[in-house]
């Protein structure tokens, strides 16, 4: 690969890393968030259910969010171009977040998420076109892999901006505390800029737009792609909604488990929580490499979803010391945080040029408005079973039945490997 092919990559895993940090601040704070924007005392029973159906709402809002602006963001790609698109992903994202820190009630909240959450969900399409159209065609799978490790990382640096502003530098203010970690949102403005400064065109777009019209959303249903886009959409749904049953609920299962049994130790352990989790998530990516190249596209996905329903089943379902469950969320991680590296490269290798980066950004980010529905299930239920770790830990093992069945569909997956990116 050459500098600049380096360069788009590291543009598009700086941005996909600032993206997923963004998203997820809420996440660690909402233990914080919730209960100082509706005047509840932090630790009542009466916190601990609002703040469970709050962290579903959101995470649902977030999704369509996402969706919206996944869909909206690849189309405009696709007709404006790919480095104009994500700098306006970029710098909405970053936006938004930060405007959090000053909500002063859940609705103004909930607006400053959504406006995040529209550049959130363009900027994963937008880079994974302009990864797929730049790197050479036989480094695709590796650059793809490589570009996902930023979303575990990104969880990472949340985790830790979170406990090192709210559990260390502000630990007696949480009332304000969760306002400092929403302001950590506004880093990725830097990386903006230097998009706009160091990125151009690929040619593969450039080609597409001089000699074809205008895309248009339709034609990902028209045939010859329409089974592309359906298998697409299928694996993207089944593991944005696995995840997010999961990922929206970690910090929070880490807090309340640390409440019944460690009460001084809330911010280590929910830290704890999200760490095994993610750094599962990083070597879980990371198998995809071998695993795409040694059993193809659609025994690959089959892997994964039947791994994750396993792990699931273990770790949420069987018996073990509050702590240790903690640190066992690595192999649950593994399985349904790591398939998502796969989309990288599989989803752009479905379309042409002149629809990549919309019929990418259809499948995973409208995908989300169905996986909406897994966060605020997770959220309705636990909090109406009166909010405590064992409800949480049953409605997530129910969770599992979901890569179950994804990995009964697998044979309807279109299997992509050995052949060339289209034009």
């Known amino acids: 690969m050459t500098r600049y092919q380096w360069l788009v990559l590291a543009a598009a895993w700086f941005g996909w890393g600032f993206d997923v940090f963004d998203a997820l601040l809420f996440n660690f704070v909402a233990p914080n968030a919730v209960p100082a924007l509706l005047d509840?005392?932090?630790?009542?029973?009466?916190?601990?259910?609002?703040?469970?159906?709050?962290?579903?709402?959101?995470?649902s809002i977030l999704l369509v969010g996402w969706a919206i602006g996944g869909v909206l963001f690849g189309w405009y790609a696709d007709r404006y171009g790919r480095r104009r698109a994500l700098f306006l992903t970029v710098a909405l994202y970053a936006i938004?977040?930060?405007?959090?820190?000053?909500?002063?009630?859940?609705?103004?909240?909930?607006?400053?998420?959504?406006?995040?959450?529209l550049g959130i969900g363009?900027?994963?399409?937008?880079?994974?076109?302009?990864?797929?159209?730049?790197v050479p065609e036989e480094r695709r799978v590796f650059a793809g892999t490589i570009l996902y490790t930023a979303?575990?990382?990104?969880?990472?640096?949340?985790?830790?901006?979170?406990?090192?502003?709210?559990?260390?530098?502000?630990?007696?203010?949480?009332?304000?505390?969760?306002?400092?970690?929403?302001?950590?949102?506004?880093?990725?403005?830097?990386?903006?800029?230097?998009?706009?400064?160091?990125?151009?065109?690929?040619?593969?777009?450039?080609?597409?737009?001089?000699?074809?019209?205008?895309?248009?959303?339709?034609?990902?249903?028209?045939?010859?792609?329409?089974?592309?886009?359906?298998?697409?959409?299928?694996?993207?749904?089944?593991?944005?909604?696995?995840?997010?049953?999961?990922?929206?609920?970690v910090p929070l299962l880490g807090a309340w488990l640390a409440a019944a049994h460690a009460p001084s130790l809330v911010e280590e352990w929910k830290t704890l929580a999200?760490?095994?989790?993610?750094?599962?998530?990083?070597?879980?990516?990371?198998?995809?490499?071998?695993?795409a190249r040694l059993m193809g596209r659609r025994a690959m996905f089959a892997t994964y979803f039947l791994y994750s329903a396993a792990s699931m089943l273990a770790v949420f379902g069987l018996e073990f010391a509050p702590e240790m469950r903690l640190r066992l969320l690595f192999f649950v991680g593994l399985g349904v945080y790591g398939i998502f590296s796969t989309y990288i490269f599989y989803l752009?290798?479905?379309?042409?040029?002149?629809?990549?980066?919309?019929?990418?950004?259809?499948?995973?980010?409208?995908?989300?408005?169905?996986?909406?529905?897994?966060?605020?299930?997770?959220?309705?239920?636990?909090?109406?079973?009166?909010?405590?770790?064992?409800?949480?830990?049953?409605?997530?093992?129910?969770?599992?039945?979901?890569?179950?069945a994804a990995a009964l569909l697998a044979p309807f997956i279109v299997e992509t490997r050995g052949k060339a990116l289209q034009a």
């Open 40 to 59: 509840l005392v932090p630790g009542s029973a009466a916190a601990r259910e609002a703040t469970v159906l709050w962290t579903g709402v959101l995470s």
């Open 96 to 117: 938004g977040t930060t405007l959090c820190a000053a909500a002063t009630d859940m609705t103004q909240l909930v607006a400053f998420r959504i406006l995040a959450s």
């Open 122 to 134: 363009g900027e994963w399409a937008v880079g994974a076109a302009l990864v797929a159209e730049t």
């Open 151 to 249: 979303s575990p990382l990104g969880l990472l640096l949340a985790g830790a901006v979170n406990y090192q502003v709210a559990g260390v530098w502000f630990a007696d203010d949480p009332a304000n505390s969760w306002r400092y970690v929403f302001l950590a949102g506004l880093a990725p403005v830097v990386l903006a800029f230097a998009i706009r400064a160091f990125i151009h065109e690929p040619e593969a777009w450039t080609r597409a737009r001089a000699a074809e019209a205008p895309p248009s959303l339709r034609e990902l249903f028209a045939p010859g792609i329409r089974r592309a886009t359906l298998a697409g959409f299928m694996v993207s749904v089944a593991g944005l909604l696995t995840w997010w049953a999961c990922n929206a609920f």
């Open 274 to 291: 999200a760490n095994a989790f993610n750094v599962g998530g990083l070597v879980g990516a990371l198998a995809a490499l071998p695993l």
């Open 348 to 404: 752009p290798e479905l379309f042409p040029s002149r629809l990549r980066a919309s019929g990418a950004g259809f499948c995973y980010n409208f995908g989300r408005i169905i996986a909406a529905l897994g966060p605020l299930a997770v959220g309705v239920v636990t909090s109406r079973a009166d909010g405590s770790p064992a409800a949480l830990l049953a409605t997530m093992l129910s969770v599992a039945v979901i890569p179950l």
